[in-house]
C-alpha cells in the first residue's frame, strides 16, 4: 500500500524477526512480535535486569522505514543492556487501535514504553501510562503536551529550515526572484506541524510563497494524487516538499506520469535506499536523512537510566523532577547532489 513506483517495497522486512507479515484492514490492535534480545547474564545487576521489558508502540508498526532503521536498534539497546524488548501496535494506519494499544500495554506494567507521536490525541494514553507509574517516552515524533518523560528524535523545525533553504537556492540556481510551492505531510501530526512552521518561517522574505499545505495521510499512493491535482491546480508551481517519508515517493510518481521530473524543486523525506537515486536523477532537489538509528537505541537507554540512575534531582521525586534529559535532538543530514554518491555507496 505504501508506493505505487515500488519504492515502498524494496526494504526486507526479514530485517527483524518474527514481524507480522500482514494487518490490512485490522481495526483491532495487533503486535508485531520481536521477540527477546538479551545479552548474557553478566553478573548479579544484569541478571537482575533480564526479566525487564521494553514496548515500542506505533501505529504502521512495519512501515519499511522502521523495519530497516528503526527495529534493529531496537534489538541492539535491548542486547547491551541484557533487558527484553518488544514492537506492539497496528500494522495500518489505525488510531484508535494504536490508542487502545498503548492502554493495554501500560496496563500491563511493562518497564517502560516508547510511543511514536502521530497525533496529539495520545497524549492522553501517554498521561494514563504515567499516572501508572510506567516510564514512557516519545521518539520520532513527539506529544510535547502530554507527560512523557522525554522525546527522542530530530528538531522537526529544524527539518523544515533545511528544506526551505534547499528551495531557495535551487529557484535561485534556476534563474527565477520568486516561486511558488506546494507542501505535502501528515497534517495533524505535531512533528510535522513543526516541520511546516520552519519550512514556512525560513521561506518569508525569500520570494516563494506557500500555496497549499495538503494531507497526504502517510501513504506515496494519496501523495501522488494530491500533487497530480496540484499541478492541475497550480499551474504556475515551482517547488513541492514533502515531510513524511511517503510524501517523497508520491510526489515524483506524480511527476513522472505527467512527465514533469526534474522541472520542480523537490524536497523530501527518507524513504528507502533506492529512493537516494531520484536526488541522483535530478528528479529530487534534496532528501533529509534524520538519524534514525538513534532514535530507539536512546529511548531503550533513557527509560533504562530512569528505572535504574542512583540520583535525584535536588532530592525530589524523580517522577516529579525527572532525572533524564527532556529532549534529546538527535540530528539530521541533508542529501544533495553534492553527497548522493556517498550516500548511494553507503547503501550497497
Not at 522502521?66 to 488510531?95: C, E, N, S
Not at 502521530?118 to 516510564?135: G, R
Not at 514533502?242 to 515517493?249: H, N, V
Request: hydrophobic fraction near 40%; charge should be negative; charged fraction near 20%.
Amino acid at each position: 500500500m505504501w508506493s505505487r513506483n515500488g519504492f515502498g517495497r524494496f526494504l526486507p522486512l526479514a530485517a527483524v524477526t518474527m514481524l507480522a507479515a500482514s494487518a490490512c484492514g485490522s481495526s483491532t490492535p495487533s503486535t508485531a512480535p520481536l521477540g527477546t534480545a538479551s545479552a548474557p547474564s553478566a553478573g548479579a545487576a544484569q541478571a537482575a535486569t533480564s526479566n525487564e521489558e521494553y514496548v515500542w508502540i506505533s501505529q504502521n508498526s512495519t512501515l519499511p522505514l522502521f523495519v530497516a532503521r528503526d527495529h534493529p536498534t531496537l534489538m541492539l539497546a535491548g542486547k547491551d543492556l541484557g533487558v527484553k524488548v518488544r514492537i506492539a501496535g497496528p500494522t495500518t494506519i489505525d488510531l484508535a487501535a494504536f490508542i487502545s494499544t498503548i492502554d493495554q500495554e501500560c496496563a500491563a506494567h511493562p518497564a517502560g514504553v516508547i510511543v511514536v507521536g502521530w497525533d496529539p490525541s495520545l497524549s492522553a494514553s501517554v498521561d494514563k501510562c504515567i499516572d501508572q507509574k510506567v516510564p514512557t517516552v516519545t521518539d520520532d515524533a513527539d506529544l510535547p503536551n502530554s507527560k512523557r518523560l522525554s522525546f527522542i528524535g530530530t528538531d522537526w523545525y529544524q527539518i523544515g529550515v533545511q528544506q526551505a533553504l534547499v528551495q531557495i537556492a535551487d529557484l535561485k540556481a534556476r534563474g527565477l526572484t520568486s516561486g511558488k510551492v506546494a507542501t505535502l505531510s501528515i497534517i495533524n501530526a505535531d512533528n510535522m506541524t513543526a516541520a511546516r512552521k520552519g519550512f514556512a518561517d525560513t521561506l518569508k522574505g525569500s520570494g516563494i510563497s506557500i500555496v497549499t499545505d495538503e494531507d497526504d495521510g502517510g501513504a506515496s499512493d494519496q501523495a501522488a494524487t494530491k500533487t497530480a491535482a496540484l499541478l492541475a491546480a497550480y499551474p504556475d508551481l515551482t517547488g513541492f516538499a514533502g515531510f513524511d517519508s511517503e510524501s517523497g515517493a508520491g510526489i515524483v510518481t506524480a511527476l513522472d506520469e505527467a512527465g514533469k521530473a526534474g522541472k520542480f524543486t523537490v524536497t523530501a523525506m527518507e524513504q528507502s535506499p533506492e529512493f537516494f537515486k531520484t536526488v541522483k536523477d535530478g528528479k529530487v532537489t534534496g532528501i533529509v536523512i534524520q538519524k534514525r538509528e538513534l532514535f530507539t537505541y536512546y529511548a531503550v537507554k533513557m527509560l533504562y537510566d530512569f528505572n535504574h540512575n542512583s540520583f535525584t534531582i535536588a532530592g525530589l521525586d524523580k517522577w516529579g523532577t525527572s532525572t533524564i534529559p527532556r529532549f534529546l535532538d538527535t540530528g539530521l543530514v541533508m542529501v544533495t547532489k553534492d553527497n548522493v554518491d556517498q550516500v548511494l555507496a553507503a547503501q550497497k
